[in-house]
Protein backbone atom coordinates (compact mmCIF):
# COMPACT_ATOMS: atom_id res chain seq x y z
CA UNK A 1 0.00 0.00 0.00
CA UNK A 2 2.54 2.39 0.69
CA UNK A 3 6.29 3.03 -0.33
CA UNK A 4 8.84 1.56 1.54
CA UNK A 5 11.01 4.65 1.90
CA UNK A 6 13.19 3.01 4.62
CA UNK A 7 16.10 -0.22 4.05
CA UNK A 8 16.46 -3.36 5.35
CA UNK A 9 19.27 -2.87 7.98
CA UNK A 10 22.13 -5.89 8.84
CA UNK A 11 22.19 -7.48 11.70
CA UNK A 12 25.60 -8.08 13.05
CA UNK A 13 26.99 -10.67 15.11
CA UNK A 14 29.50 -7.86 16.85
CA UNK A 15 32.89 -9.45 18.07
CA UNK A 16 34.14 -6.69 19.65
CA UNK A 17 31.22 -6.26 21.86
CA UNK A 18 30.32 -10.03 21.84
CA UNK A 19 33.64 -10.63 23.27
CA UNK A 20 33.98 -7.72 25.86
CA UNK A 21 30.29 -8.45 27.29
CA UNK A 22 31.10 -12.19 27.23
CA UNK A 23 27.65 -13.21 25.67
CA UNK A 24 26.64 -13.23 22.32
CA UNK A 25 26.00 -9.12 20.88
CA UNK A 26 23.88 -8.70 18.25
CA UNK A 27 23.66 -5.29 17.10
CA UNK A 28 20.10 -4.08 14.64
CA UNK A 29 22.26 -1.43 12.19
CA UNK A 30 19.76 1.57 12.24
CA UNK A 31 21.84 3.52 11.98
CA UNK A 32 22.43 2.73 8.12
CA UNK A 33 18.96 4.18 6.79
CA UNK A 34 19.28 6.73 4.54
CA UNK A 35 17.67 9.46 7.58
CA UNK A 36 20.45 8.31 9.92
CA UNK A 37 17.96 6.81 12.23
CA UNK A 38 15.23 4.46 12.64
CA UNK A 39 12.53 6.87 12.60
CA UNK A 40 12.11 6.14 8.92
CA UNK A 41 10.50 3.12 9.87
CA UNK A 42 7.68 5.00 11.37
CA UNK A 43 7.56 8.77 9.77
CA UNK A 44 7.33 7.59 6.36
CA UNK A 45 4.83 5.46 6.66
CA UNK A 46 2.72 8.45 8.73
CA UNK A 47 3.47 10.95 6.54
CA UNK A 48 2.40 8.73 3.25
CA UNK A 49 -1.14 7.97 5.15
CA UNK A 50 -1.35 11.79 6.12
CA UNK A 51 -1.10 12.59 2.18
CA UNK A 52 -3.39 9.96 1.38
CA UNK A 53 -5.78 11.34 3.41
CA UNK A 54 -5.05 14.42 1.19
CA UNK A 55 -2.79 16.32 3.52
CA UNK A 56 -0.59 18.55 0.90
CA UNK A 57 1.62 19.81 4.06
CA UNK A 58 3.62 18.25 7.29
CA UNK A 59 4.23 19.44 10.27
CA UNK A 60 6.68 18.70 12.39
CA UNK A 61 7.63 19.63 15.68
CA UNK A 62 11.72 18.27 16.16
CA UNK A 63 14.70 19.84 16.07
CA UNK A 64 16.31 16.26 15.88
CA UNK A 65 15.66 13.15 13.60
CA UNK A 66 11.84 13.41 13.84
CA UNK A 67 12.35 16.79 11.98
CA UNK A 68 15.40 15.70 9.69
CA UNK A 69 13.02 12.47 8.69
CA UNK A 70 9.51 14.21 8.14
CA UNK A 71 11.70 16.82 5.88
CA UNK A 72 13.80 14.00 4.07
CA UNK A 73 10.26 12.24 3.10
CA UNK A 74 8.81 15.20 2.18
CA UNK A 75 11.75 16.02 -0.29
CA UNK A 76 11.00 12.02 -1.49
CA UNK A 77 7.46 12.36 -2.03
CA UNK A 78 7.32 16.13 -2.86
CA UNK A 79 5.82 17.84 -0.45
CA UNK A 80 5.76 20.80 1.76
CA UNK A 81 7.41 20.32 5.26
CA UNK A 82 7.62 23.20 7.88
CA UNK A 83 9.18 21.91 11.08
CA UNK A 84 8.82 24.12 14.33
CA UNK A 85 12.29 23.65 16.32
CA UNK A 86 12.61 25.12 20.18
CA UNK A 87 15.57 27.34 20.43
CA UNK A 88 17.60 25.08 21.71
CA UNK A 89 18.33 23.24 18.50
CA UNK A 90 21.98 23.66 17.28
CA UNK A 91 22.04 25.22 13.98
CA UNK A 92 23.87 22.26 13.11
CA UNK A 93 20.39 20.22 12.75
CA UNK A 94 18.82 23.66 11.18
CA UNK A 95 21.24 23.86 8.53
CA UNK A 96 20.90 19.82 7.98
CA UNK A 97 17.07 20.10 8.38
CA UNK A 98 16.65 23.20 5.73
CA UNK A 99 19.20 21.22 3.36
CA UNK A 100 16.11 18.77 2.83
CA UNK A 101 14.17 21.93 1.14
CA UNK A 102 11.93 22.13 4.72
CA UNK A 103 11.06 25.50 6.22
CA UNK A 104 12.48 26.06 9.86
CA UNK A 105 10.04 28.06 12.32
CA UNK A 106 12.61 28.31 15.70
CA UNK A 107 9.37 28.42 18.63
CA UNK A 108 9.51 28.08 22.47
CA UNK A 109 12.19 27.19 24.84
CA UNK A 110 11.53 23.17 24.85
CA UNK A 111 10.25 21.00 22.57
CA UNK A 112 6.47 21.13 24.34
CA UNK A 113 6.21 25.03 23.05
CA UNK A 114 7.60 23.97 19.67
CA UNK A 115 4.89 20.84 19.52
CA UNK A 116 2.42 23.55 20.73
CA UNK A 117 2.95 25.37 17.91
CA UNK A 118 3.06 23.27 15.41
CA UNK A 119 -0.26 21.38 16.00
CA UNK A 120 -1.53 25.18 15.64
CA UNK A 121 -0.14 25.90 12.44
CA UNK A 122 -1.26 22.38 10.84
CA UNK A 123 -4.55 22.88 12.28
CA UNK A 124 -5.08 26.67 10.78
CA UNK A 125 -3.20 25.35 7.46
CA UNK A 126 -5.04 21.82 7.15
CA UNK A 127 -1.19 20.14 7.35
CA UNK A 128 -1.13 16.95 8.86
CA UNK A 129 0.61 16.92 12.27
CA UNK A 130 3.73 14.34 12.53
CA UNK A 131 4.32 13.63 15.81
CA UNK A 132 7.87 12.69 16.94
CA UNK A 133 6.50 9.56 19.09
CA UNK A 134 3.30 9.41 19.60
CA UNK A 135 1.04 7.65 16.96
CA UNK A 136 -0.17 3.96 16.48
CA UNK A 137 0.74 4.04 12.77
CA UNK A 138 4.56 5.18 14.29
CA UNK A 139 4.80 2.15 15.94
CA UNK A 140 3.66 0.09 13.76
CA UNK A 141 6.74 1.23 11.04
CA UNK A 142 8.47 0.62 13.93
CA UNK A 143 7.45 -2.98 14.20
CA UNK A 144 8.62 -3.62 10.68
CA UNK A 145 12.45 -4.08 12.66
CA UNK A 146 11.65 -7.11 14.37
CA UNK A 147 9.83 -8.99 10.95
CA UNK A 148 13.28 -8.18 9.81
CA UNK A 149 14.86 -9.93 12.86
CA UNK A 150 13.03 -12.73 12.34
CA UNK A 151 14.61 -13.40 9.37
CA UNK A 152 17.95 -12.80 10.36
CA UNK A 153 18.29 -14.87 13.63
CA UNK A 154 16.58 -17.38 16.56
CA UNK A 155 14.98 -15.87 19.08
CA UNK A 156 16.96 -13.35 20.84
CA UNK A 157 17.67 -13.40 24.91
CA UNK A 158 16.94 -9.62 25.20
CA UNK A 159 16.46 -6.26 23.00
CA UNK A 160 18.26 -3.17 24.59
CA UNK A 161 16.60 0.15 23.25
CA UNK A 162 17.45 4.12 23.49
CA UNK A 163 13.99 5.53 25.24
CA UNK A 164 13.26 9.23 24.72
CA UNK A 165 9.37 9.57 24.16
CA UNK A 166 8.98 5.97 24.02
CA UNK A 167 7.88 5.72 20.81
CA UNK A 168 10.47 2.93 19.64
CA UNK A 169 10.21 1.40 22.23
CA UNK A 170 6.55 0.81 21.72
CA UNK A 171 7.23 -0.18 18.05
CA UNK A 172 9.63 -2.91 19.43
CA UNK A 173 7.28 -4.72 21.77
CA UNK A 174 4.55 -4.46 19.41
CA UNK A 175 6.49 -6.43 16.96
CA UNK A 176 8.01 -8.58 19.62
CA UNK A 177 4.01 -9.55 20.38
CA UNK A 178 3.18 -9.88 17.01
CA UNK A 179 6.13 -11.90 15.79
CA UNK A 180 5.89 -14.67 18.67
CA UNK A 181 8.90 -13.09 21.05
CA UNK A 182 6.17 -11.71 23.13
CA UNK A 183 8.39 -13.41 26.29
CA UNK A 184 11.50 -11.76 24.84
CA UNK A 185 12.18 -8.40 27.73
CA UNK A 186 13.10 -5.30 26.21
CA UNK A 187 15.73 -2.86 28.07
CA UNK A 188 14.28 0.60 27.78
CA UNK A 189 18.07 2.93 28.31
CA UNK A 190 17.53 6.59 29.79
CA UNK A 191 20.42 9.42 30.62
CA UNK A 192 19.50 10.65 34.28
CA UNK A 193 18.73 13.75 33.39
CA UNK A 194 15.66 12.41 31.30
CA UNK A 195 14.37 9.16 33.07
CA UNK A 196 10.71 9.69 32.48
CA UNK A 197 10.52 6.26 31.56
CA UNK A 198 12.26 5.09 34.92
CA UNK A 199 9.98 7.44 36.84
CA UNK A 200 6.96 6.30 35.34
CA UNK A 201 7.73 2.25 35.81
CA UNK A 202 8.30 2.97 39.51
CA UNK A 203 5.29 5.28 39.93
CA UNK A 204 2.81 2.85 38.11
CA UNK A 205 1.69 5.96 35.98
CA UNK A 206 2.62 8.68 33.35
CA UNK A 207 5.26 10.80 35.50
CA UNK A 208 5.93 14.36 33.64
CA UNK A 209 9.18 15.48 34.75
CA UNK A 210 9.78 19.04 35.68
CA UNK A 211 12.73 19.01 33.43
CA UNK A 212 14.95 17.68 31.29
CA UNK A 213 18.57 17.78 31.29
CA UNK A 214 20.85 15.71 28.93
CA UNK A 215 24.10 16.18 26.37
CA UNK A 216 21.79 13.30 24.89
CA UNK A 217 18.75 15.67 23.66
CA UNK A 218 17.43 13.19 21.61
CA UNK A 219 15.82 11.42 24.61
CA UNK A 220 14.94 14.77 26.14
CA UNK A 221 11.34 14.23 26.50
CA UNK A 222 9.74 14.93 30.07
CA UNK A 223 6.70 12.18 29.57
CA UNK A 224 6.98 9.05 27.94
CA UNK A 225 3.85 7.95 25.57
CA UNK A 226 0.87 6.88 27.56
CA UNK A 227 0.98 3.65 25.54
CA UNK A 228 4.04 2.78 27.89
CA UNK A 229 1.29 2.16 30.33
CA UNK A 230 -0.89 -0.09 28.45
CA UNK A 231 2.25 -2.68 27.73
CA UNK A 232 3.45 -3.07 31.43
CA UNK A 233 0.90 -5.52 32.27
CA UNK A 234 1.58 -7.38 29.13
CA UNK A 235 5.52 -7.02 27.96
CA UNK A 236 8.43 -7.49 30.39
CA UNK A 237 9.87 -3.99 30.66
CA UNK A 238 13.34 -3.18 32.24
CA UNK A 239 14.37 0.46 32.97
CA UNK A 240 17.94 1.47 33.06
CA UNK A 241 19.56 4.27 33.69
CA UNK A 242 23.07 5.35 32.71
CA UNK A 243 24.67 8.72 33.09
CA UNK A 244 25.52 11.00 29.94
CA UNK A 245 29.31 9.98 30.54
CA UNK A 246 28.64 6.69 29.78
CA UNK A 247 26.21 7.37 27.10
CA UNK A 248 29.50 9.91 25.12
CA UNK A 249 31.79 6.90 26.44
CA UNK A 250 29.99 4.48 24.26
CA UNK A 251 29.72 6.44 21.31
CA UNK A 252 33.41 7.34 21.43
CA UNK A 253 34.48 3.52 22.00
CA UNK A 254 31.57 2.55 19.09
CA UNK A 255 33.46 4.88 16.94
CA UNK A 256 36.55 2.17 17.15
CA UNK A 257 34.91 -0.96 17.49
CA UNK A 258 32.65 -0.36 14.32
CA UNK A 259 33.96 2.78 12.88
CA UNK A 260 30.67 4.59 12.91
CA UNK A 261 29.77 7.98 14.56
CA UNK A 262 26.03 7.55 16.57
CA UNK A 263 24.65 10.43 18.73
CA UNK A 264 25.03 9.83 22.56
CA UNK A 265 21.53 9.15 22.71
CA UNK A 266 22.22 5.81 20.72
CA UNK A 267 25.53 4.92 23.21
CA UNK A 268 23.12 5.43 26.08
CA UNK A 269 21.41 1.96 24.81
CA UNK A 270 25.24 0.79 23.52
CA UNK A 271 26.44 1.95 27.19
CA UNK A 272 24.61 -0.90 28.75
CA UNK A 273 26.89 -3.50 27.12
CA UNK A 274 30.33 -1.68 27.33
CA UNK A 275 29.48 -1.26 31.13
CA UNK A 276 28.39 -4.78 31.29
CA UNK A 277 25.14 -3.53 33.07
CA UNK A 278 24.70 -6.49 35.98
CA UNK A 279 20.61 -7.17 35.19
CA UNK A 280 21.85 -8.25 31.32
CA UNK A 281 24.38 -10.61 32.92
CA UNK A 282 21.33 -13.23 32.64
CA UNK A 283 20.58 -12.93 28.94
CA UNK A 284 22.74 -14.24 26.06
CA UNK A 285 21.95 -12.94 21.82
CA UNK A 286 21.33 -10.02 23.30
CA UNK A 287 20.31 -7.51 20.65
CA UNK A 288 20.96 -3.68 20.83
CA UNK A 289 19.16 -1.83 18.56
CA UNK A 290 21.82 0.85 16.83
CA UNK A 291 19.39 3.56 16.65
CA UNK A 292 22.33 6.14 15.38
CA UNK A 293 20.82 9.88 14.67
CA UNK A 294 22.53 12.88 12.60
CA UNK A 295 23.00 15.10 15.45
CA UNK A 296 26.63 14.24 16.26
CA UNK A 297 29.93 15.50 14.24
CA UNK A 298 33.30 14.21 15.00
CA UNK A 299 34.03 17.42 16.69
CA UNK A 300 30.89 17.57 18.97
CA UNK A 301 31.77 14.61 19.78
CA UNK A 302 35.22 15.50 20.66
CA UNK A 303 34.09 18.41 22.39
CA UNK A 304 31.51 16.19 24.64
CA UNK A 305 34.44 14.25 25.67
CA UNK A 306 36.45 17.11 26.90
CA UNK A 307 33.70 18.38 28.94
CA UNK A 308 32.98 14.83 30.36
CA UNK A 309 36.62 13.90 30.77
CA UNK A 310 35.49 10.69 28.69
CA UNK A 311 39.10 9.04 27.42
CA UNK A 312 38.85 6.71 24.27
CA UNK A 313 39.93 3.53 26.60
CA UNK A 314 37.76 0.50 27.72
CA UNK A 315 36.78 0.53 31.28
CA UNK A 316 39.26 -1.33 33.23
CA UNK A 317 37.68 -5.02 33.56
C1 LIG B 1 13.96 9.31 18.33
C2 LIG B 1 15.23 8.74 18.77
C3 LIG B 1 15.36 8.10 20.01
C4 LIG B 1 14.23 7.99 20.98
O1 LIG B 1 13.08 7.41 20.42
P1 LIG B 1 11.67 7.60 21.13
O2 LIG B 1 10.73 6.96 20.19
O3 LIG B 1 11.45 9.07 21.29
O4 LIG B 1 11.76 6.92 22.44
C5 LIG B 1 16.59 7.57 20.34
N1 LIG B 1 17.64 7.67 19.51
C6 LIG B 1 17.56 8.27 18.31
C7 LIG B 1 18.77 8.35 17.47
C8 LIG B 1 16.35 8.82 17.90
O5 LIG B 1 16.27 9.41 16.71
Request: charged share 20%.
Amino acid sequence: MFKSLYIETPLYKSTPLSTLFGKTIFLKMENLQPSGSFKLRGISRLCQEEIAKGKKHLVSSSGGNAGFTAAYVGRLLSEKVTVFVPKSTPIFAINKIQSEGATVIVKGEVWDEAHHAALAFAKETDGAYIHPFDHPTIWSGYATMIAELTKQMDKPGAVVVSVGGGGLLCGVIEGLQKYGWSDVPVIGVETEGAASLAATIKAGKLVTLEKVNTIAVTLGTKAVTSKVLEWLPKHRIIPLTVSDKAAVHASRLFVDDHRMLVEPACGAALSVIYDKAEVLKKFDNIVVIVCGGIGISVDMLLEYENRLGVGAQHAAP
